[in-house]
C-alpha cells in the first residue's frame, strides 16, 4: 500500500509517494511563485493529479493523501489558516482536494507543518518509536508538534504548540505582543533582531557584523560571524541558546517527553549548540524528568515535514 505526501511550505511545495516502510519511489518539488489563494490550492491538486497517474502508470496502489500546511488544521471544519498564504484565513483544503475526480476514493488528511514534523520524526527520524515527543520547528517563526502517549496534541482549537507566545521574560512589552517573546528574539528573524539591537547599543563594537546595514542582517549574517569568532555574533547567539534551553526545560517539564528534537531551517548551523542547550535545560527543568529526556537535532531536515505527512497519510 502506498500514500501521497504533500508539504506546503511558505516558498515552494514538495510531494512524494510513500510505500509504507517510508521508502519513496516518486518526489515532485515546485516552486509557489508568488501565487496566492485558490491559485495555491490549484498548484496543489495538480501536482496531486501527477502523482496519482505516475501510481496508475506504474501499478501503485494509493491508500490515501496526507497534506502538511504553514498554519492551523481546524479539524473540526477540515479548513486551514496560513498567514504566509494570502487568502488562506479560513481556506476550505481539504474539502478541494477531496473533490478531485482523481482523488474519490482516497482519504485526505491534512494537518498543521508542526504536527506533521513530529509524526515524520517518530516514524523515520530521531524520535522515531518514541510515544511521548516534542518537535521544536525553529525558522522564520516557532512552532512545536507535541506527541503525547502516541497523539499529537491539539488543543481547544487546534492551536496547541504555538510556543513563540511562550514568556520567558518577566516584563511584557508590546514590541512581543505579534509573536510572543520567544519567538521574537529566538527564531531565524529573533536572532537577527537581536544583533541589530546589540549593534545599536554598543558603540565601542567594530567587529564584522558592523559592516552591514543592520535593517539587511540576517540569521545567516549572525552564524557566519560566530564562525570567524565575532563577539557580537557570540553574544547574540549566547543569549538565543538560553532562551532554547529555556523553553525545552519548560517543555520537558510539562509533558515529561522522551526526546526533544530541534529542526527548521535555523538547525542546520545551529546544530551544534544541543550540548549547550541540554546543559541550559538542565539547570531549569523538572530533574527526573530531565535525566529521562534526551534532546537531539532532527535528521529528516527539510523533508521531516514531507515524511510527516506521507504518515499522516498512513494513519
Known amino acids: 500500500m502506498h ?67 504553514p498554519g492551523i488544521y481546524y479539524s473540526r471544519t477540515g479548513r486551514v489558516w496560513a498567514p504566509n498564504i494570502t ?9 478541494e482536494i477531496q473533490s478531485l475526480p482523481e482523488t474519490k476514493s482516497l482519504q485526505v488528511k491534512v ?8 509524526l515524520g520524526e517518530t516514524w523515520l ?5 518514541c510515544s511521548n515527543a516534542v518537535f521544536i520547528a525553529i525558522g522564520t517563526g516557532i512552532g512545536a508538534g507535541v506527541l503525547i502517549d502516541g497523539t499529537i496534541l491539539r488543543g481547544h482549537s487546534d492551536i496547541a504548540g504555538a510556543i513563540g507566545w511562550m514568556a520567558l521574560d518577566h516584563l ?31 558603540t565601542v563594537y567594530r567587529g564584522i557584523l558592523r559592516q552591514k546595514n543592520p535593517a539587511e542582517i540576517t540569521s545567516h549574517d549572525v552564524f557566519s560571524a560566530y564562525d570567524n569568532q565575532d563577539p557580537l555574533a557570540k553574544e547574540t547567539l549566547e543569549n538565543t541558546i538560553k532562551f532554547w534551553g529555556m523553553a525545552a526545560a519548560n517543555l520537558v517539564s510539562t509533558f515529561n517527553p522522551e526526546k526533544i528534537i530541534f529542526g ?12 549547550a542547550i541540554y546543559d ?12 529521562q529526556v534526551k534532546i537531539e537535532v532532527s535528521t529528516l531536515g527539510g523533508d521531516a515535514g514531507l515524511i510527516g505527512a506521507g504518515r499522516l497519510a498512513l494513519l
Open 3 to 69: 500514500v501521497i505526501g504533500v508539504d506546503l511550505g511558505g516558498t515552494k511545495l514538495a510531494a512524494a509517494i510513500f510505500d509504507e516502510k517510508g521508502n519513496i519511489t516518486r518526489k515532485e518539488i515546485c516552486s509557489l511563485d508568488k501565487r496566492t489563494g485558490h491559485q495555491v490550492g490549484g498548484l496543489i491538486a495538480e501536482v496531486i493529479r501527477k502523482l496519482i497517474a505516475a501510481a496508475k502508470e506504474e501499478k501503485i496502489k494509493l491508500k490515501g493523501i496526507g497534506i502538511s500546511i
Open 87 to 95: 487568502g488562506w484565513d479560513d481556506y476550505p483544503l481539504r474539502e
Open 111 to 118: 494537518d498543521s507543518d508542526r504536527a506533521c514534523y513530529i
Open 125 to 129: 527520524g530521531s524520535a522515531r518509536g
Open 172 to 202: 511584557f512589552q508590546k514590541k512581543y505582543a505579534t509573536c510572543g517573546h520567544f519567538e521574537y528574539y529566538a527564531s531565524g528573524e529573533g536572532i537577527a533582531r537581536k544583533a541589530r539591537e546589540l549593534l545599536a547599543v554598543d
Open 264 to 275: 527548521g531551517g535555523v538547525f542546520g548551523p545551529a546544530g551544534r549548540f544541543i550540548s
Open 280 to 291: 541550559e535545560a538542565r539547570l531549569w527543568a523538572q530533574p527526573i524528568s530531565m535525566q
